[in-house]
């Protein structure tokens, strides 16, 4: 991109979550519409945005550490560093007190983000405004990526369900749809533009809702957005993430298995196999509860994939705990899933009300006992794919070898495979000759 000789150049890097990234193309759209550029080039910017994660205390030590590596930008020239997405109040408060930017914006205050940068720059700092409403769907999303291929797609925004160790709700504020015809609209857009797939994002997105306010009998939940959008657009593969075990709907697996062009793949969290932790961590749902709708999955949509997030040494979490999440996972063998330890945060209720009591050492322990044992699991099912001839959307070059693509299946698996003579963008078929625990191997057929 031409870089502008102006003042008003900015760069933005994202952490954190697809929602980060989805929201970092919506900050770009609207900073482009208020006569700001965007740069490509670190050092050619004026305006630097962090998009801030805060999920763990880990992130915000990396955004720490980021503003630390960046300083040295402030001595050749005059430039503004900008938060922006999640983070805590003490992170806030560090922000502030040690005046490490020059403006925080929050992610339901981006409308205002030229606002904000105007008065920052006359010197009035860390201003923001929260429109807690806000939704974005008025927003065509400037996608900064180049792959032009695949895409994601908010349709929920923040969080109900007061997870106790979760800072999202805080962070975020309240749960929010957009209305079902700004969706399908930009999925056709966007499928007009050359994307060939989109996952649809929220915290949960499960608990999507709609209410016409012309017509209150006009109910729409998440299955019937996602039969109108898969319906609309037969040609659009869909995914969406995040699902609560709580939320997921009988009615919501028959979609996806009605509908050739939804991809079957859910992301189901479970954090725990314990019913003493689930309850402390509020996830409104028993062990016993999370294994019929696993079971349910399987008898609806057999082919589908499901992964994971487990977290270990939560307050209270003793080994008999952590031995029930072994064995759930035994049941269930993931296919896939993401797994960390607990880390407290600020203004959660755990963080006021629990005692984070589980010694660091035994957290990282019983994390590591978890993801070998999912590595076990992953090459189990991958193994199972030896064989098959699967459908692949090419999404580009594979990074060990750039005689190769890469693409993902239905379930979500990176499977990469000689060239050919086949195009980025296209849906080929492939047969599966090898695996390791995170990859599959294949020939185009
Ligand atoms: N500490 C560690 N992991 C957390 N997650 C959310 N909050 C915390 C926390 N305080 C994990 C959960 C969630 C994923 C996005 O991050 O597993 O599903
Ligand atoms: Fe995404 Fe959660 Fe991190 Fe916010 S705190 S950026 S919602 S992962």
């Not at 402030?74 to 490490?100: H, P, V």
């Not at 995040?242 to 996806?256: A, F, G, Q, R």
């Not at 999440?325 to 959660?348: A, H, Q």
């Not at 296209?426 to 990859?439: D, G, P, R, Y």
């Amino acid at each position: 991109m031409e870089e502008k000789k102006s003042n008003q150049n900015f760069y933005i890097e994202s952490y954190g979550c697809q929602m980060n990234v989805s929201d970092s193309e919506i900050v770009t759209s609207i900073l482009l519409k208020n006569g700001y550029f965007l740069s490509q080039d670190l050092k050619k910017a004026n305006i630097i945005l962090l998009n801030s994660c805060s999920i763990r205390e880990k992130a915000e030590l990396t955004i720490k550490k980021r503003l630390e590596q960046l300083e040295f930008l402030k001595k050749k020239k005059k430039i503004m560093f900008g938060i922006i997405g999640c983070f805590s109040k003490q992170m806030e408060n560090f922000l502030i007190e040690e005046k490490k930017v020059d403006f925080i914006v929050n992610p339901n205050s981006y409308k205002e983000i030229s606002n904000i940068i105007y008065h920052a720059k006359i010197g009035k700092r860390y201003l923001y405004a929260i429109n807690r409403n806000e939704t974005y769907e008025n927003i065509k999303p400037f996608h900064i990526n180049e792959n032009k291929v695949t895409t994601f797609l908010s349709i929920t925004r923040g969080c109900n369900n007061m997870c106790t160790f979760c800072i999202v709700p805080f962070t975020r504020g309240r749960e929010k749809s957009s209305s079902p015809n700004s969706i399908i609209e930009k999925c056709k857009r966007l499928y007009k533009n050359g994307y060939k797939e989109v996952t649809l994002l929220g915290q949960n997105v499960d608990s999507y809702q709609w209410t016409e306010n012309f017509n209150m009998k006009k109910n729409i939940d998440f299955s019937d957005l996602l039969n109108l959008i898969a319906k609309e657009n037969p040609f659009l593969r869909i995914r969406f993430s995040t699902s609560n075990p709580h939320d997921m709907s009988d009615k919501v697996l028959k979609v996806i298995s009605k509908n050739p062009n939804i991809c079957k793949h859910i992301h189901l969290p479970v954090q725990s196999g314990s019913n003493k932790i689930l309850k402390l961590m509020n996830r409104k749902y028993t062990r016993e509860e999370y294994l019929i709708l696993i079971k349910k999955i399987r008898t609806i949509i057999p082919e589908c994939s499901i992964s994971h997030d487990i977290m270990t040494g939560f307050c209270n979490e003793e080994e008999s705990d952590h031995q029930e999440t072994i064995s759930l996972m035994n049941e269930v063998k993931y296919d896939y899933g993401y797994m960390f330890f607990y880390s407290p945060r600020p203004g959660t209720y755990a963080y006021k009300k629990l005692e984070d009591n589980v010694p660091i050492n035994i957290k990282k322990k019983r994390l590591k006992e978890i993801i070998n044992l999912q590595k076990n699991h992953s090459y189990l099912r991958m193994k199972k794919h030896l064989g098959n001839v699967e459908e692949i959307l090419i999404e580009g070059k594979s990074k060990r070898n750039d005689q190769y693509w890469y693409g993902r299946n239905t379930q979500n698996i990176i499977v990469v495979f000689p060239k050919k003579s086949s195009k980025i963008g296209e849906l080929v078929h492939v047969k599966i000759i090898k695996n390791t625990s995170a990859t599959l191997i294949g020939l185009i057929c």
